[in-house]
């Protein structure tokens, strides 16, 4: 019901309240109209001023719909997150929730309790750098300015009914498809999908791989070292990777990696108007900068994104990540591009030796054909019966060369019948 105040509640059998909006007496409404919309909100207003006192989809519970937002409200102090159920008939809210961390880069996360439990990686223009490629069922929104910080989500077929289900039987995030035919839910995605979309699986300054067999696979970034060698020899890799040689601030160098899932934005600083060039020029100079990119990757790229500490929850998707450039020491550059050079020259040394057998194994064979050819010719000028019979009995004239052939080296010459 309603009650005299305007706040929808929900009574018990004894007319205790269950559950109620709350509203308070700052909202109260002459006239209040509760009204569930196409979309799926459920609604409360004032009658006469067509004011909204309430939304169902201001609280989200554990599932997304479309046109839902999930972020924050920097007006009315509302942060739109969803919460997992305790189970499937208690709503009571879970340990695990999804919601956007409010960094200067903002970046949606999945948390068991206190713990980051995945990262989808923070929005570049396009997508979340996590879940790299445009989808053909849905269309992705990210909003960012001084009112509000959301992401949304609408569908490309709009007679389809989609949602987004935090479960807390499979601690993930699914999305959803009805399915008309058969009354059921079909899974169209699901996530975190691997061991490298597990927060902090490698550690800090580490890149996650997943190989062709399936297995993740750990790398320590250039210029770091496994923190614990014996832990990392056993395929324990939680403590990541450290610096092997001290940085130098201004003479240090940045290397870049393509394809990747950007780092936990935490210790991040973002500047939407900078260049590339003008990001590198403010990474380099500022001496604990351990990374930069584009924050936007639309058409040639802009904005300026740095990191600062340890890089920690990258990884490496075979196609359609962005590219990060990560500080190295002097010293390591130059190993880089001195193992650069060497690998060149060594294949270069390897291309003039192939070339090199094959035109000999063209001159042996060449030779080999010459030498044979000569043979035969002086056979044919010693035996001055070849011309008395030229164009009458040439049954007679092979069954001759035979004969003279049989005595020839035919290791040389290959056998008889080869030659007739």
Same mark, same amino acid.
């Given at each position: 019901?309603?009650?005299?105040?305007?706040? &929808?509640?929900?009574?018990?059998?004894? !007319?205790?309240?269950?559950?109620?909006?709350?509203?308070?007496?700052?909202?109260?409404?002459?006239?209040?109209?509760?009204?569930?919309? #196409?979309?799926?909100?459920? +609604?409360?207003?004032?009658? *006469?001023?067509?004011?909204? &006192?309430?939304?169902?989809?201001?609280?989200?519970?554990?599932?997304?719909?479309?046109?839902? !937002?999930?972020?924050?409200?920097?007006?009315?102090?509302?942060?739109? %997150?969803?919460?997992?159920?305790?189970?499937?008939?208690?709503?009571?809210?879970? #340990?695990?929730?999804?919601?956007?961390?409010?960094?200067?880069?903002?970046?949606?996360?999945?948390?068991?309790?206190?713990?980051?439990?995945?990262?989808?990686?923070?929005? %570049?223009?396009?997508?979340?750098?996590?879940?790299?490629?445009?989808?053909?069922?849905?269309?992705?929104?990210?909003?960012?300015?001084?009112?509000?910080?959301?992401?949304?989500?609408?569908?490309? *077929?709009?007679?389809?009914?989609?949602?987004?289900?935090? *479960?807390?039987?499979?601690?993930?995030?699914?999305?959803?498809?009805?399915?008309?035919?058969?009354?059921?839910?079909?899974?169209?995605?699901?996530?975190?999908?691997?061991?490298?979309?597990?927060?902090?699986?490698?550690?800090?300054?580490?890149?996650?791989?997943?190989?062709?067999?399936?297995?993740?696979?750990?790398?320590?970034?250039?210029?770091?070292?496994?923190?614990?060698?014996?832990?990392?020899?056993?395929?324990?890799?939680?403590?990541?990777?450290?610096?092997?040689?001290?940085?130098?601030?201004?003479?240090?160098?940045?290397?870049? /990696?393509?394809?990747?899932?950007?780092?936990?934005?935490?210790?991040?600083?973002?500047?939407?108007?900078?260049?590339? *060039?003008?990001?590198?020029?403010?990474?380099?100079?500022?001496?604990?900068?351990?990374?930069?990119?584009?924050?936007?990757?639309?058409?040639?790229?802009?904005?300026? +994104?740095?990191?600062?500490?340890?890089?920690?929850?990258?990884?490496?998707?075979?196609?359609?990540?962005?590219?990060? /450039?990560?500080?190295?020491?002097?010293?390591?550059?130059?190993?880089?591009?001195?193992?650069?050079?060497?690998?060149?020259?060594?294949?270069? +040394?390897?291309?003039?030796?192939?070339?090199?057998?094959?035109?000999?194994?063209?001159? /042996?064979?060449?030779?080999?054909?010459?030498?044979?050819?000569?043979?035969?010719?002086?056979?044919?000028?010693?035996?001055?019966?070849?011309?008395?019979?030229?164009?009458? %009995?040439?049954?007679?004239?092979?069954?001759?060369?035979?004969?003279?052939?049989?005595?020839?080296?035919?290791?040389?010459?290959?056998?008889?019948? %080869?030659?007739?």
């Amino acid at each position: 019901m309603i009650n005299r105040t305007g706040s &929808l509640v929900v009574m018990s059998q004894s !007319k205790g309240v269950v559950w109620s909006t709350g509203l308070g007496a700052q909202k109260q409404a002459n006239n209040p109209v509760l009204q569930l919309l #196409d979309s799926g909100n459920l +609604v409360l207003r004032d009658g *006469n001023s067509e004011t909204s &006192l309430w939304e169902s989809f201001d609280y989200p519970s554990n599932t997304l719909l479309p046109g839902m !937002k999930l972020g924050w409200d920097l007006r009315k102090g509302i942060n739109w %997150n969803l919460t997992e159920w305790t189970s499937p008939d208690d709503p009571s809210p879970g #340990d695990l929730t999804y919601w956007i961390e409010r960094h200067s880069y903002p970046d949606p996360v999945i948390q068991k309790g206190t713990n980051k439990f995945y990262r989808t990686g923070p929005w %570049n223009g396009l997508w979340f750098s996590g879940s790299p490629g445009l989808n053909p069922a849905y269309d992705d929104y990210f909003v960012s300015n001084e009112h509000e910080v959301y992401y949304t989500y609408t569908l490309k *077929n709009k007679s389809e009914i989609s949602r987004i289900v935090l *479960n807390q039987l499979t601690t993930s995030l699914e999305r959803h498809i009805w399915n008309e035919a058969s009354q059921i839910w079909l899974p169209y995605s699901l996530l975190p999908k691997d061991n490298c979309d597990n927060y902090g699986f490698c550690g800090p300054n580490a890149n996650c791989i997943i190989s062709y067999s399936g297995l993740a696979i750990c790398q320590c970034l250039l210029g770091f070292k496994p923190k614990s060698p014996e832990r990392w020899s056993l395929m324990v890799r939680s403590q990541g990777c450290v610096l092997i040689k001290p940085l130098s601030c201004q003479k240090d160098g940045f290397n870049p /990696y393509f394809n990747l899932k950007l780092p936990d934005t935490t210790n991040s600083w973002v500047n939407e108007s900078m260049s590339l *060039n003008e990001c590198w020029a403010k990474c380099l100079n500022h001496c604990s900068c351990m990374a930069y990119t584009n924050s936007d990757v639309r058409e040639s790229g802009s904005g300026c +994104v740095m990191w600062f500490g340890d890089l920690m929850d990258i990884r490496q998707f075979p196609v359609g990540g962005q590219i990060l /450039y990560v500080r190295i020491s002097a010293s390591e550059l130059v190993a880089r591009e001195h193992g650069r050079w060497t690998n060149k020259a060594w294949r270069g +040394v390897a291309a003039v030796a192939v070339v090199a057998v094959m035109v000999g194994v063209v001159l /042996y064979i060449y030779r080999s054909r010459t030498n044979i050819k000569d043979k035969i010719e002086a056979l044919i000028r010693k035996q001055s019966w070849f011309y008395r019979f030229k164009g009458e %009995n040439t049954d007679e004239i092979t069954s001759q060369c035979e004969m003279h052939f049989s005595s020839m080296n035919t290791s040389t010459i290959g056998s008889t019948t %080869n030659i007739k």
